[in-house]
């Protein structure tokens, strides 16, 4: 493991980066104490994708569309009425 003061690590930050991703843990150190230590970051999983109910969706498909409610039509009633 590797140590750097502030002022190195401000001025060589590239270079301390480049240790870094190459596997070299990073300390910077203010006064000779530690203070941070630069890690890489994990690479993040992407999401599980949930499962599909294909059989479900094949029973929705093919069942059609649903019969109108009664608010469906009351709503189709009270447009038919107004006058514009």
Do not use: C, F, H, N
Request: charged letters at 35%; proline letters at 11%.
């Amino acid at each position: 493991m590797s140590e750097y003061s502030i002022a190195t690590a401000k001025d060589q930050l590239s270079r301390l980066v480049d240790r870094m991703l190459d596997g070299e843990p990073v300390t910077i150190t203010r006064r000779g104490k530690p203070v941070a230590r630069v890690v890489p970051i994990e690479p993040t999983r992407p999401a599980p994708q949930p499962k599909i109910d294909l059989e479900w969706l094949d029973r929705i498909r093919e069942g059609g569309r649903t019969p109108p409610s009664g608010l469906t039509d009351t709503v189709k009633d009270m447009r038919k009425d107004y006058r514009y």
